[in-house]
């Protein structure tokens, strides 16, 4: 797991994602195709 580096600890907290967000992320970063060509990327989503 990453660490995490803050000054001040106690001005943060921890935030719960629902769990339709992160199946909507998932879902998102599966779909998303990126080509590269003559050294430029293309973002493509699939749906």
Request: with cysteine; glycine share 2%.
């Given at each position: 797991?990453?660490n ?11 935030v719960k ?8 992320l ?18 493509s989503?699939?749906n």
């Open positions: 797991m990453e995490f580096y803050v000054k001040n600890k106690s001005k943060c907290k921890i994602a629902k769990p339709e967000t992160i199946e909507f998932l879902n998102y970063s599966k779909s998303l195709k990126i080509t590269e060509a003559e050294g430029i990327k293309f973002e989503n699939l």
